[in-house]
C-alpha cells in the first residue's frame, strides 16, 4: 500500500525547470533510494516533499491524510548539511528538538534517551556536540528526524561527507532502521543504494528515468558482463574483442576489461577461446552481472 504519492510534480526556479513533473509512490516498509548524479534533482525533491519549498505544480498525497493536513507531521527529514548547537550535549538538542515537536518535557527526555540508545551514542548523550565525529553528528541527525515518529525518514546524502567507519556507522543503521520504519534516502553513491535499498528511484535532470523494485528495474536492463583482467602491461587488440558476436561493447578501468555481452554463456566460450588463440597472459576471468553503475548508466543513455 503506497504511504506517499506524488503525481506530476514540478519545479522552476528563475522560469527555468528543475523538477520536469515527476510521479512516484512509496509503499509503507519499505527503503527507496532516490539515485542520481549531482544536480539531477534529489535535495529540491525531498526539500518539496519535507515542505522546506513550494512546488510550482503537481500534488503530494500521504496516506489517510487529506489535502488540506500538513505532512510535515508525519515525516522526518534530515538535510545533507545539518546544522547543530555544538555547545548542546546530544541529549539536550534531542530534548530541545522534541519540544519543537510539542512533545512534553517528561516524554521529551525519555524519547531522547531511547533515540540516542538506539542510534549508538548513548555513552555521548552528555558530551558537546562540537566534540562529535561526523559519524555520530549523522547519528544524531537521524535520531532528531526520528523524535516525532514520523511514519516516513527521509535523509539526503547521509553518508556523502563521512569517512569510510563513519560511513560504514551510519550504513548500519540504516539497515537497521528499514525494518521498522519507511526510509527513503538521496545519494550519488550507487554502491550505497545496492547495499541498503528495496526499491529504485533514478533521476536524470529533473525526471525519473526508472523505477521499481530493485531485481525488477536490474532485471527489465539486464546487461551481463565478464571482467577480464591480464598481466600487468599488456593491451590486447580490443578489437578482436568487440568482433566476437556475443559482444556488445567494452571498457578499460584500472587494468580491468569490462566486457558487456548478449549471452553469457556464449560469450565465455567466446572470449576463453580467444585467450588461448592470441596466448594472451591471463589473471582473472569474472563472470556476473552488471553493478548498478552500468544498469544506471544504459537507463540514462536510452
Not at 6 to 27: A, E, H, M, T, W
Not at 35 to 47: F, H, I, Q, S, V
Not at 156 to 182: F, H, W
Not at 279 to 296: T, Y
Request: charged share 25%.
Amino acid at each position: 500500500m503506497a504511504l506517499l504519492t506524488v503525481k506530476n510534480l514540478k519545479k522552476n526556479y528563475d522560469g527555468s525547470p528543475v523538477i520536469r513533473g515527476i510521479d512516484f509512490s512509496i509503499n509503507k516498509g519499505t527503503c527507496v533510494a532516490l539515485l542520481g548524479p549531482n544536480g539531477a534533482g534529489k535535495t529540491t525533491t525531498l526539500r518539496m516533499l519535507s515542505g522546506l519549498i513550494r512546488s510550482n505544480g503537481g500534488s503530494i498525497s500521504f496516506e489517510g491524510l487529506d489535502y488540506q493536513t500538513d505532512i510535515r507531521y508525519h515525516i522526518g527529514y534530515l538535510p545533507q548539511h545539518p546544522v547543530f548547537h555544538s555547545w548542546m550535549s546530544g541529549k539536550e538538542f534531542l530534548v530541545y528538538v522534541a519540544r519543537l515537536a510539542n512533545l512534553d518535557k517528561k516524554t521529551a527526555a525519555s524519547r531522547a534517551d531511547e533515540l540516542l540508545a538506539r542510534v549508538g551514542i548513548a555513552d555521548a548523550k552528555n558530551k558537546r556536540i562540537g566534540k562529535y565525529s561526523g559519524g555520530m553528528k549523522q547519528r544524531l541527525g537521524i535520531a532528531q528526524a526520528m523524535i516525532h515518529q514520523p511514519k516516513l525518514l527521509m535523509l539526503d546524502e547521509p553518508v556523502s561527507a563521512l569517512d569510510p567507519i563513519g560511513r560504514r556507522e551510519v550504513l548500519t543503521l540504516m539497515e537497521e532502521l528499514k525494518q521498522e520504519t519507511t526510509l527513503l534516502f538521496s545519494t550519488h553513491i550507487l554502491n550505497d543504494a545496492e547495499e541498503v535499498s528495496d526499491e529504485l528511484l533514478m533521476m536524470h535532470n529533473g525526471e525519473i528515468v526508472e523505477s521499481g523494485p530493485m531485481e525488477k528495474v536490474r532485471e527489465k536492463h539486464r546487461v551481463d558482463k565478464i571482467n577480464v583482467v591480464l598481466q600487468e602491461g599488456f593491451i590486447p587488440d580490443e578489437d578482436l574483442i568487440t568482433a566476437l558476436p556475443s559482444v556488445i561493447r567494452t571498457e578499460v578501468a584500472r587494468g580491468v576489461h569490462h566486457i558487456f555481452v548478449t549471452d553469457t554463456k556464449q560469450a565465455r566460450d567466446e572470449l576463453l577461446q580467444l585467450i588461448q588463440a592470441e596466448r594472451w597472459p591471463l589473471e582473472r576471468f569474472e563472470v556476473g552481472r552488471a553493478s548498478l553503475e552500468d544498469l544506471f548508466m544504459k537507463v540514462v543513455d536510452s
